[in-house]
């Protein structure tokens, strides 16, 4: 469609508001039009020997009363140019944020935060100045122009003639603006994301910027990109200094008087058609200026829109299917076949993933182990649709994972992941996320299941204590104890513990397994982990090694045979040398 188009879309949606703007805009520009034809009858009036004086009280109470239609058609075509400027913005920010949320994980591991933010608030907000007043200007200007200059024409078309001559002066003004604005405005826009991507992460990373003792290298490299951006909107102010096509108007009036003063010298033109000519031609001097606001408005504008639509329309989705399989019988198998994933796509020579098969029978304890890198988040990544396998599918309850609707699949999947994300919310608010219906008593067994209900009432406001921004103000075990809560509401028909007790003491972290086991019978558990009595304990173990399996089974068989799992244990446990069990 190209990000005109959808910006164009945007603004007509509000087709009738827009047609109202108009009226009133016309309105508004005729008695502006109007008034100079008004003052120069009261000159013409009094250049009379028998001019009357009541014939001047009725020409100035017309004047009064277009000062007054004009001053309410002002004001409604101002306000609705408001309404519309704030409407688009509003349904633009909510399109890009709803297409965010919808983009694959894939893209938001590329993209920065900070880009997307700017896009989301400054760029719109430039799209919000260019509509309002940007459009009112545009429309404004051009009504002036047409109104005024067909008045001055019906006044002295031989004037008006002489005036036109300047009109390709204006035309190649106004061009090389657009043409010298153009670059400068898209740049400006960049370099405005590129400094706000900055300063997010420089704040999310505080901590690590003050362990190494770094603020003053991350004040250094910030200040270097805020020297970019003020020459950038330097040189963007000389441009639009060079804006010069009000000159031209000034010198055209200067002109006018002359000519119109030798015409009114010869009798071929009244007092009063002279002062109303000028007055017009004075009308003409806002429109210039307004032509080249609008013009860079409208660059700036134009550059931001065609940010947010390129960022908004790049195909990065996980599809969700046309016509979706329903997944009725929940039992929880699971069926990994051939399945080979690469984060850069097909193309990337490295792997992730290769070849990964292993079925899984419904309601078992699964514990997945390996070194790090080796893929294990990542195989808990495909099977909740973040990314799609390059190759081979994933089954559940022997459905292909891709012919399900996404939203069925997650919400029949808890997860904890090792990194928690906590919103800046109530603790009630957290733990009820994927059940924002959830009552307060199915909210606190979730979390005394969760071994969190004792720590949550030990603050003052118990429940409704609102948590830092992600978090930051509870411990780590704190903060996993709520994410379990949280995923335990939800009663899901699969569970995966992405090493989710990293941060628990061992005997909180029995008592959350015996919860978990008692609470998930019949559900089917994923845990990455490293804790040794977990993997014991577990219905199936899988061992893997730069994303290849190397192996799978129950602690008792793979003690015997697998090098690498056996190695897991030696570090922890006092085991006989391998030699020797391999001598039996």
Do not use: C
């Amino acid at each position: 469609m190209g990000y005109k188009k959808w910006f164009a879309k945007h603004i007509l949606r509000e087709k009738w508001l827009f047609l109202r703007m108009v009226i009133f805009l016309m309105l508004f520009i005729g008695t502006v039009s109007f008034t100079p034809l008004l003052i120069g009858n009261v000159f013409d009036e009094l250049a009379k020997p028998d001019r009357s004086f009541n014939v001047i009280i009725l020409i100035s109470l017309y004047i009064a009363i277009a000062g007054v239609v004009r001053t309410l058609g002002d004001y409604i075509q101002s306000y609705t140019n408001d309404v519309i400027a704030h409407k688009v913005t509003k349904n633009v920010t909510e399109e890009f944020y709803d297409d965010m949320l919808e983009k694959s994980q894939e893209f938001h591991d590329r993209v920065k935060i900070g880009d997307v933010m700017t896009r989301a608030t400054y760029d719109t907000r430039q799209m919000n100045i260019f509509i309002a007043p940007g459009l009112k200007f545009f429309f404004e200007a051009s009504f002036t122009l047409i109104f005024s200059v067909s008045l001055m024409i019906w006044i002295s078309p031989k004037l008006t003639l002489l005036v036109a001559g300047a009109l390709p002066f204006y035309i190649l003004t106004i061009w090389e603006f657009n043409r010298r604005l153009r670059p400068i405005s898209k740049a400006q826009m960049e370099q405005n994301s590129i400094l706000n991507a900055r300063l997010q992460e420089s704040i999310t990373g505080i901590r690590v910027v003050r362990a190494f003792v770094k603020e003053e290298t991350e004040i250094s490299q910030f200040d270097n990109e805020t020297e970019k951006l003020r020459k950038i909107n330097t040189r963007r102010g000389i441009i639009g200094a060079s804006y010069y096509a009000i000159l031209i108007t000034i010198f055209l009036i200067a002109i006018s008087f002359l000519w119109g003063g030798y015409e009114v010298s010869q009798g071929n033109l009244s007092l009063g058609d002279l002062v109303t000519f000028v007055m017009l031609m004075m009308t003409l001097n806002m429109p210039t200026w307004q032509f080249g606001w609008t013009i860079t408005q409208f660059q700036i504008g134009m550059a931001a829109a065609e940010r947010i639509y390129e960022m908004k329309e790049r195909e990065e989705y996980v599809p969700n299917p046309s016509e979706p399989i329903t997944w009725k019988e929940q039992k929880g198998s699971i069926n990994f076949e051939n399945v080979s994933f690469s984060y850069n796509g097909v193309s990337s020579g490295r792997k992730a993933l290769k070849g990964i098969d292993f079925v899984v029978p419904g309601g078992a304890n699964v514990a997945i182990i390996g070194n790090p890198g080796s893929g294990k988040s990542t195989l808990m990544k495909l099977l909740m649709r973040l990314y799609d396998p390059t190759e081979g599918a994933i089954y559940v309850d022997g459905i292909d994972i891709r012919e399900m609707d996404l939203a069925n699949l997650r919400d029949n999947i808890g997860v904890i992941e090792q990194e928690i994300f906590l919103f800046s919310k109530t603790i009630r608010e957290n733990i009820a996320y994927g059940k924002p219906i959830a009552s307060h008593e199915e909210i606190e067994t979730a979390a005394k299941l969760a071994q969190a209900h004792d720590f949550i009432l030990s603050f003052e406001e118990g429940y409704d204590t609102v948590v830092g921004e992600r978090g930051v103000t509870l411990s780590g075990g704190q903060k996993q104890r709520i994410a379990i809560a949280r995923a335990l509401l939800v009663d899901p028909t699969i569970l995966v513990l992405d090493d989710a007790s990293s941060a628990i003491d061992a005997e909180t972290e029995r008592k959350i397994q015996t919860a978990i086991a008692n609470v998930l019978k019949n559900r089917t558990t994923f845990i990455i982990t490293h804790r040794l009595a977990t993997i014991k304990n577990a219905d199936l173990i899988i061992v893997l090694r730069n994303g290849i399996l190397m192996d799978s089974g129950t602690h008792s068989g793979l003690i015997q045979r697998n090098l690498d799992y056996r190695r897991l244990f030696e570090r922890f446990s006092k085991l006989p040398p391998m030699k020797k069990m391999e001598g039996n």
